[in-house]
């Protein structure tokens, strides 16, 4: 894709790379600084995502002397945790809390489900060790006895591990402790990453931060390992030292991404969100629900004037991890998502994939189970023939043998299969968006669906239908648009204290010494305070910004009777954490749409093919995005095909391309 730009340059200009890898393809972007955009799609690499990433920078054929910054969207830490496949982890804690880790909160995975086990903890508990030493809100209770230390490191070095976690008690007020441990293994085990909870996590509850501080040591050897590897390759093809997108919203650099992983288990998600908030808002809609529908799963976050809203109480693969991260809400209904029939006859979607190898039975690599895509072939929304990123070509006959396979087991055709298949993924993904929204306290017939990703298009109006959204929002690089995200990123630090009402130091103290240790970590860096509050005796906060308590105050009661239905004005108000946000704000593309052309209608309509929808066959308009242009108008039911994407119009829905290159549908009355 290229979107010109009326002003002329004599100088090559200046790009900014973004590359996505996803779990079936990989993603690139490129975006200049007058505006124009080039993208690519190349098959995602699982073994090594870095050959993918380079991969898809070759396929682009951009100069790499033009790339001043390179933005990188991973799903390594992600499919460490979910896969298992981290470090061999130890935990080092205070004695008598070598347990925290396996006992939790004591909730059950699945309230009525008797026989559903919580996942296995990160650590075994023969590589868990204790240290005889003990702090308290006020300090030292027992100093740190060294025949203790020294008796844990020789156990730990022992032990042959890859990563160590140091986690002891008020840790996070009170670090002399936490160093000194640290000191002492780094010294012993050269070379081997050590993560400190008051470092990862300075907050109070022990076994959130516990959670969390395991989970950065568990993830480092896989995501350095990683980024070495890619940086070895973005240096022999003459790319700069890539920028990782954190889990938060905005890049940081590898060296940060190295030493603390757990900041980026959301990387991919994350980029989809500051993408798609940033169209949304140069199409005028600064409240969206973005919908990523990609090859292996679908992310879902609110976005509110125009910011995309983030939650500190994630929960990754069974594991909590209360860092800052996108409130995305992910379910395994992506294209390449496996159709079968359980014991009980019904008919289920996911969560095992095709991925990327073999992939759906309709890329003809071998694949012979049947997925959404090969679905959405035999419906007619996808077109026979069509090509993907690379070299992979759409094949009808194989959907449909794939399709008849699973319809004999359901007593069905495959058309009516196929149906099904897509209702099933339907309802899976409006469950995910009412999670956040409903959930949330916002009401989805206020929000415009933005909908993005590979496969997002065919499924945006029927999920808008469901929701009672008005309004779907499909921008023209829909289908790298976590890649565009990525190119347009902030680089971010997230800087948090506990306050706890302290009474050592006023509010504005504390926030003031925040910022400074803010201020010199990323200079020159615009900074936001935010803080955690809950009413006295509560027990979980609420995140909210301000510069004043009576700032913070007042929009902590509207978050609460938006989230919770009720707010409490009489009631004390306690301070819990303090949270700056230190960013570089970086170059936003000028998109602009070319306006409608004389030749032609204008609207890109080239042909006419059956479409089968819930309501029966209908004959859709098909349009070729690539000859649309700004104006150019579409009426359901209709199919338009972006370049690496698609968009079923149903009927009752019509639209138009605007300014920025957004078609922006709407349902009618």
């Known amino acids: 894709m290229d979107v010109p730009s009326p002003r002329a340059t004599h100088v090559a200009p200046r790009l900014r790379l973004g590359v996505d890898v996803g779990g079936t393809f990989t993603d690139v972007v490129t975006v200049d600084d007058v505006g124009r955009v080039a993208i690519t799609k190349v098959p995602s690499t699982p073994r090594d995502q870095s050959e993918g990433v380079l991969a898809g920078w070759e396929a682009l054929g951009a100069d790499a002397a033009q790339v001043a910054v390179f933005a990188h969207g991973t799903t390594v830490a992600t499919n460490a945790l979910l896969e298992r496949r981290g470090g061999r982890t130890a935990l080092v804690t205070t004695e008598g809390f070598r347990d925290v880790i396996e006992i939790g909160r004591q909730n059950r995975a699945s309230l009525y489900d008797l026989a559903r086990h919580r996942p296995e903890p990160l650590v075994p508990r023969d590589l868990r060790f204790v240290v005889r030493e003990r702090m308290g809100p006020a300090g030292v209770v027992t100093p740190l006895e060294p025949a203790s230390l020294a008796a844990v490191v020789a156990a730990v070095a022992a032990a042959g591990v890859d990563a160590v976690a140091v986690c002891l008690l008020f840790g996070f007020r009170h670090t002399e402790h936490e160093r000194a441990v640290g000191d002492a293994l780094r010294a012993a085990l050269p070379g081997t990453p050590v993560s400190l909870s008051h470092e990862v996590l300075p907050e109070f509850r022990e076994y959130e931060r516990a959670s969390t501080t395991v989970a950065d040591a568990y993830l480092r050897p896989a995501l350095a390992g990683y980024l070495r590897r890619l940086e070895s390759r973005c240096e022999g093809a003459g790319l700069p030292e890539p920028l990782v997108m954190q889990s938060s919203g905005g890049v940081a650099d590898a060296s940060t991404a190295a030493k603390h992983p757990a900041r980026f288990v959301l990387s991919g998600p994350a980029g989809g969100v500051v993408g798609a908030s940033h169209v949304a808002g140069l199409s005028g809609f600064p409240d969206v629900l973005t919908f990523d529908m990609g090859g292996t799963s679908t992310d879902v976050a609110p976005v509110v004037a125009g910011r995309a809203q983030l939650t500190t109480e994630s929960v990754v693969a069974g594991v909590p991890l209360r860092l800052p991260m996108v409130d995305v809400h992910t379910v395994s209904a992506g294209g390449g998502s496996i159709a079968w029939v359980d014991s009980g006859g019904a008919l289920r979607v996911g969560p095992r994939s095709a991925g990327a190898e073999p992939g759906p039975a309709a890329y003809g690599r071998g694949g012979e189970e049947p997925t959404v895509t090969?679905?959405?072939?035999?419906?007619?929304?996808?077109?026979?023939?069509?090509?993907?990123?690379?070299?992979?070509?759409?094949?009808?006959?194989?959907?449909?043998?794939?399709?008849?396979?699973?319809?004999?087991?359901?007593?069905?055709?495959?058309?009516?299969?196929?149906?099904?298949?897509?209702?099933?993924?339907?309802?899976?993904?409006?469950?995910?968006?009412?999670?956040?929204?409903?959930?949330?306290?916002?009401?989805?017939?206020?929000?415009?669906?933005?909908?993005?990703?590979?496969?997002?298009?065919?499924?945006?109006?029927?999920?808008?239908?469901?929701?009672?959204?008005?309004?779907?929002?499909?921008?023209?690089?829909?289908?790298?648009?976590?890649?565009?995200?990525?190119?347009?990123?902030?680089?971010?630090?997230?800087?948090?204290?506990?306050?706890?009402?302290?009474?050592?130091?006023?509010?504005?103290?504390?926030?003031?010494?925040?910022?400074?240790?803010?201020?010199?970590?990323?200079?020159?860096?615009?900074?936001?305070?935010?803080?955690?509050?809950?009413?006295?005796?509560?027990?979980?906060?609420?995140?909210?910004?301000?510069?004043?308590?009576e700032e913070l105050e007042l929009a902590f009661h509207a978050a609460h009777h938006r989230r919770y239905g009720h707010r409490i004005d009489d009631e004390p108000v306690q301070v819990v954490n303090l949270r700056v946000v230190a960013e570089q704000t970086g170059s936003k593309p000028d998109l602009r749409e070319p306006e409608v052309v004389a030749e032609g209608d204008g609207f890109g309509a080239v042909g006419r093919r059956a479409v089968l929808l819930d309501g029966g066959a209908v004959d859709a308009t098909v349009h070729d995005r690539g000859r649309m242009a700004c104006g150019s108008r579409v009426a359901g039911p209709a199919v338009v095909e972006f370049p690496e994407a698609t968009c079923l119009v149903r009927p009752g829905w019509s639209g138009v391309v605007d300014a920025v290159g957004t078609l922006v549908l709407e349902r009618e009355p």
């Open 374 to 549: 090969d679905a959405n072939l035999v419906l007619g929304a996808l077109r026979d023939g069509e090509r993907l990123g690379g070299d992979v070509v759409l094949r009808r006959d194989l959907a449909e043998r794939a399709l008849a396979r699973l319809a004999e087991r359901l007593g069905l055709d495959a058309r009516a299969a196929a149906l099904g298949v897509v209702r099933v993924a339907d309802t899976e993904m409006v469950r995910a968006l009412r999670v956040i929204s409903v959930e949330r306290g916002l009401d989805p017939r206020d929000f415009a669906l933005a909908a993005f990703g590979g496969a997002g298009g065919l499924h945006a109006c029927s999920l808008a239908e469901d929701l009672g959204c008005r309004t779907v929002l499909v921008p023209r690089a829909a289908g790298v648009l976590s890649a565009l995200g990525l190119a347009i990123s902030d680089v971010r630090h997230d800087h948090v204290r506990p306050f706890l009402d302290d009474p050592r130091s006023s509010l504005e103290q504390a926030f003031r010494e925040l910022e400074r240790t803010a201020e010199a970590a990323l200079p020159g860096a615009s900074l936001r305070r935010h803080a955690d509050l809950r009413y006295a005796g509560q027990s979980f906060e609420l995140t909210v910004s301000g510069r004043t308590r």
